[in-house]
């Protein structure tokens, strides 16, 4: 075997030798040789490029096939889609959830603590017998105006609302049904009826609940004329003008039970109301309205004053309001400003304790707020009030202003999450009693249950 | 005596030859006037209660607003309890029955459409969260399609007198706005994947529609003001990884998102979001050309 192999690797290395000694015989046939055999392998090297380069070519185009017949997947894919989206858009009658329920529920969650001396029961402003709801009331903490709220419309003809408050009495915590009402939606012409228990719509600030205040308290000619806000049960009749200019007037017939009324029950109506409101805009930034009313009260079950004498006769009062509001492009947002203010002048005549009394009182608050921030908001208040003075007869009795002009400066800062929760912080310099008294309070409202309304 | 005559005759020609306004209309955001122009074949008359600068959440009840509802033949609003702070006022002072909820002058546009964001707990944590779901539908062209279709059904409902000219108004609006929206599409096309931080989520239905996502918020909760302490935390998500553009609508508030955008270095633009919102978009068309530019402005 071995030897096999090597006789078969010497033939080949013989036959070598053999053409290279041949070849070198004769140099022309050689380049010659070598020429053709360069040739060859040219020709031979283009066509295999040419072949190479023509299946890279169609490896390209069918990349490109390819990519074109994704693409248009893909375009299929999102056309498709799109259309399912489509359909999947057709209105339906979607689900109402539970919580948009007709009626809308609410409360209102107010507590604030309060630092003062003057207050509490025997709250008194010289010259005026306020209403048994007037003064800072007791301090320390407080449950403040607290209220539950129910409204809803009744059905498509009428509207009802019933607000229950919590309230401090002397240490104890007290319900009070404040609110019970019904009023019609879609009377002819403008026309509205209302009945039952409400707050009157004299004034600008009166029909307000307390709780959408800008100060924790309100204004004095509040406090001394109507007790706050002037409730009753009644009903009113009131007519909006079909102009473009808002235009609202009507009339209110009252049992006379609160204050400032206090009629004999049943005589009629112990109470009436006449008032007109109107308002509008200036430019987009700028918005008004302006009001007029008159409460006439009969107080012949007399108004007892914090001395346990009582005020028997008749009382009218006039209430001029006007407020103007700015916001920036009309977006009360961000920064708004609110001027607001109200002129009081009342008459009053009959007796105290037996003794004639007749005479006129007057009273007028102006405050500004300016929201500057989504957060914050800054205002300041100037209220006051004025008595005339008595005669000797009356001299020394609640109704003696003692020469006195009760007022008050406030200033209010005021810190709000969401429309649902703030907090603000205020400090009085009140004067509206013989002693001055430097008070502050804090208070936080927050609402929970139905979207509180934007009343202007 | 023949003065007087002649201008009683002057007034009543002229009086004739205004055209007869058989409708009066009261719209709560200008995107429903737009719609109303294109459908009213010139019968209908539209007051707007509010510009593209106010937040449709926030407006109060002025009393310039109760007046406009008093006279209204016709309301339409976006619904979804968008208006749900001053809308029932406005319904319940205007003593107007012809608006009142389920009557025909009563029309919400979000009724028209498929509401998103429908919140499955509804809880104030959340923030004033919609139970009905997003009410700012006018943000998607297609919502528009079903939109128009019912309110020219309501026209002709109110109005029937002019039905045939509410049809035409209808199929003529229709056909440029099948045209307008396939070019939208065209160009939406690149604006595909974009990630964009908002004010308020009042661009949902945008966002749904040209395929772009929400980055984040900034409001912590829908319609509780931006904080610092919720921007930061913002700041450092986003950091890593910054969205295409910081959007808001005009009249939100631009503090936040310039501060953001400068710290993120992106561009914070402030989209139309309704008619009127910036120059051009004057028209439903116009809402959307501009809304597009703006958005491949900073897609580049």
New interface residues.
């Given amino acids: 075997m071995r030897f096999r192999l090597i006789v078969s690797l010497w033939a080949a290395l013989a036959v070598q030798a053999a053409a290279t000694a041949h070849a070198a015989e004769d140099p022309a046939q050689q380049v010659k040789e070598l020429r053709r055999m360069l040739e060859e392998m040219k020709t031979n090297y283009e066509a295999r490029i040419e072949q190479l380069e023509q299946r890279l070519d169609n490896a390209e185009r069918a990349v490109a096939e390819a990519r074109d017949q994704a693409s248009s997947a893909e375009q299929s894919a999102e056309d498709a889609r799109d259309t399912a989206e489509e359909v999947a858009m057709q209105p339906v009658r979607q689900a109402t959830p539970l919580s948009a329920l007709n009626p809308g529920i609410d409360a209102v969650l107010v507590g604030s603590y309060g630092d003062f001396d003057v207050g509490g029961e025997d709250y008194a402003i010289p010259g005026f017998i306020v209403g048994p709801e007037s003064g800072p009331g007791d301090p320390g903490f407080s449950l403040g105006e607290s209220e539950f709220n129910m409204y809803s419309n009744i059905d498509d003809r009428f509207f009802g609302n019933v607000t229950f408050s919590l309230h401090d009495e002397g240490g104890e915590t007290g319900v009070e049904l404040e609110e019970a009402y019904l009023q019609t939606l879609t009377l002819p012409a403008g026309l509205r009826v209302r009945g039952g228990r409400f707050f009157s719509d004299i004034g600008y600030l009166n029909s307000f609940h307390p709780h959408a205040d800008e100060f924790t308290d309100r204004p004095l000619p509040y406090q001394a004329f109507l007790g706050r806000n002037y409730r009753d049960d009644g009903v009113q009749v009131s007519w909006l003008a079909p102009t473009d200019t808002f235009l609202l007037v009507g009339a209110e017939a009252f049992k006379g039970g609160g204050f400032p009324a206090n009629a004999e029950p049943g005589a009629g109506a112990g109470a009436w109301t006449l008032f007109a409101h109107t308002g509008g805009d200036i430019g987009i930034s700028n918005s008004w309205a302006a009001g007029l009313s008159y409460l006439h009260a009969d107080v012949d079950a007399g108004r007892v004053a914090s001395d346990g004498t009582s005020f028997v006769g008749e009382s009218k009062l006039w209430i001029a309001d006007a407020v103007y509001k700015w916001a920036p492009d009309g977006n009360p947002r961000n920064r708004n400003f609110k001027l607001q203010g109200e002129y009081f002048a009342r008459s009053e005549d009959g007796d105290l304790g037996g003794v004639p009394y007749s005479g006129d009182q007057n009273g007028w608050y102006l405050q500004g707020i300016y929201q500057f921030a989504p957060h914050w908001s800054a205002g300041y208040r100037y209220d006051r009030l004025h008595a005339d003075g008595v005669g000797t007869a009356l001299s020394g009795t609640p109704l003696d202003p003692l020469g006195l002009s009760p007022e008050r400066h406030s200033l209010v800062l005021q810190w709000q999450n969401s429309e649902f929760s703030k907090v603000r912080f205020q400090f009085t310099r009140d004067d509206s009693t013989p002693v001055t008294d430097n008070q502050f309070f804090i208070q936080y409202i927050a609402t929970m249950g139905a979207h509180p309304a934007h009343q202007f | 005596m023949k003065a007087i005559l002649s201008a009683m005759i002057l007034a009543a020609a002229f009086a004739a030859a205004s055209p007869a306004r058989a409708l009066e209309a009261f719209a709560c955001e200008p995107d429903w006037a737009s719609l109303l122009e294109e459908l009213g074949a010139g019968h209908v008359e539209t007051y707007t209660a509010?510009?593209a600068?106010?937040?449709p959440?926030?407006?109060?009840?002025?009393?310039?607003l109760?007046?406009?509802v008093?006279?209204a033949d016709l309301l339409v609003c976006s619904g979804a309890?968008l208006e749900?702070?001053?809308l029932?006022?406005l319904l319940?002072?205007?003593?107007?029955?012809k608006v009142?909820?389920?009557q025909p002058g009563y029309f919400l546009a979000a009724?028209?459409?498929?509401?998103i964001e429908?919140?499955s707990q509804?809880d104030?944590a959340q923030?004033?969260i919609h139970?009905?779901?997003n009410p700012h539908v006018q943000l998607?062209p297609?919502?528009i399609k079903?939109i128009a279709r019912?309110l020219s059904q309501r026209l002709k409902q109110i109005d029937a007198a002019n039905a045939a000219d509410y049809d035409s108004a209808l199929s003529d609006f229709q056909k440029r706005w099948d045209e307008a929206s396939e070019k939208w599409?065209q160009r939406a096309r690149t604006l595909r994947g974009l990630r964009v931080v908002a004010h308020h989520v009042s661009f949902s239905y945008l966002l749904?529609w040209l395929h772009m996502d929400y980055a984040g918020t900034l409001e912590p909760?829908p319609?509780?003001?931006?904080t610092s302490s919720h921007l930061s935390e913002l700041l450092s998500d986003l950091k890593a990884n910054p969205p295409a553009a910081i959007i808001r609508a005009p009249?939100q508030?631009p503090k936040p998102s310039e501060w953001l955008s400068e710290r993120l270095g992106v561009p914070a633009i402030v989209l139309p979001y309704t008619v009127g919102g910036a120059e051009g978009a004057d028209d439903l068309f116009g809402l959307y050309d501009v809304t597009l530019d703006r958005l491949e402005e900073v897609a580049k």
Avoid: C, M
């Avoid at chain 2, 319940?92 to 029955?97: A, D, G, M, P, V």
């Avoid at chain 2, 319609?223 to 931006?226: A, D, S």
């Fill in positions: 509010i510009n600068h106010q937040d959440h926030y407006i109060q009840a002025r009393p310039s109760i007046a406009h008093r006279n309890q749900i702070g001053w029932p006022l319940r002072r205007s003593t107007n029955s009142q909820p389920g009724d028209q459409v498929r509401k429908v919140p509804i104030r923030g004033d139970p009905e779901g998607d297609r919502n079903f019912a599409e749904r909760k319609g509780v003001p931006p009249y508030d």
